[in-house]
């Protein structure tokens, strides 16, 4: 051992450019994103009143910022690999500290999405309240609000639901695959897995594609998008989540006793999984109404 080298079982993170990097990309992404809602361009005026100065750089500001940030996802959760495969930096402590960090993350995960069901159950238990008349101008004082076509529960909603059941079940099956050492079962389990998240949401978007209703102009659209439609954005992430652990997976990266970043990503998908089981019981079912008839 060197002189003056700690012998000790936490990792000190060495100095590294990602966060500074991963800071720029989501301003460049927040200014893209401002000049897209202005029409794509984005107006300068001057101290004097006189005129100002147009750029018109469109939502391509917008695209460059999500291209960085990708790109810094990339490099950084490459280099956390590295540490743990290579260096061997994520020693048992180091693990406690990444389940807490993770445990932390979806409690965070949870208040996001208490929002979303606050602001439909506010809406949907109090539509006919008295001091809420703009409410109950655009709802009639009932919900589903009049004029509102909902999906039928029993369809589409419940196939998605069966979809992620069944895949809180092979992400399982590939947990306790790697913990007795069956490299096998870990990758056919994620293999399905994936397979079984893309297919939630192609149907989301057949679902979506289908809808008697728009987000805009009706509080029940915007709410109804809101909360499905961030639970949609979270499948997307875990699918992608699981996808890397399957190619870890198969580059042979997992051990029965080094298996964080799978572990992390089914703690993700199950999470996922009770969020819709919340969404379809309260929105889809509870609060259904007259279902759309399509052609």
Not at 68 to 89: M, N, P, Q
Not at 146 to 165: E, R
Not at 253 to 279: C, N, R, S
Request: proline share 4%; charged share 10%; hydrophobic share 50%.
């Amino acid at each position: 051992m060197a002189q003056g080298e700690a012998k000790h079982d936490y990792h000190l993170v060495e100095p590294s450019p990602w966060p500074i990097v991963g800071s720029v990309a989501a301003f460049i992404m927040m200014v893209g994103a401002i000049m897209a809602m202005r029409g794509g361009k984005l107006t300068f005026s001057l101290p004097s009143g006189g005129a100002g100065t147009t750029l018109a750089f469109g939502p391509w500001v917008f695209v460059g910022g999500i291209v960085l940030l990708l790109y810094t996802f990339f490099a950084w959760w490459s280099d956390v690999i590295k540490e743990a495969e290579i260096r061997g930096d994520h020693t048992p402590t180091v693990q406690i500290g990444l389940r807490y960090g993770m445990i932390l993350f979806i409690a965070s995960e949870v208040m996001f999405f208490v929002a979303w069901f606050w602001a439909y159950f506010d809406a949907s238990l109090y539509s006919d309240e008295a001091k809420n008349f703009l409410r109950q101008a655009f709802t009639g004082g009932l919900w589903p609000p009049k004029g509102i076509a909902t999906f039928n529960p029993w369809d589409v909603p419940l196939l998605n639901t069966l979809i992620l059941l069944t895949s809180g079940t092979t992400v399982t099956w590939a947990h306790h695959s790697i913990i007795h050492g069956d490299r096998k079962g870990l990758i056919q389990g994620l293999a399905l897995t994936v397979v079984l998240g893309m297919s939630f949401t192609a149907l989301q978007a057949l679902e979506y594609s289908e809808a008697a209703f728009h987000y805009s102009g009706n509080i029940y659209g915007a709410t109804f998008f809101m909360a499905t439609g961030f639970h949609g954005f979270h499948v997307i992430v875990g699918t992608i989540f699981l996808a890397v652990c399957l190619f870890r997976a198969m580059a042979g990266h997992f051990k029965p006793d080094q298996h964080f970043g799978l572990e992390a990503a089914a703690w993700y998908w199950h999470f996922v999984d009770v969020v819709w089981l919340f969404l379809f019981t309260c929105i889809y079912v509870l609060g259904a109404g007259t279902p759309a008839v399509h052609h």
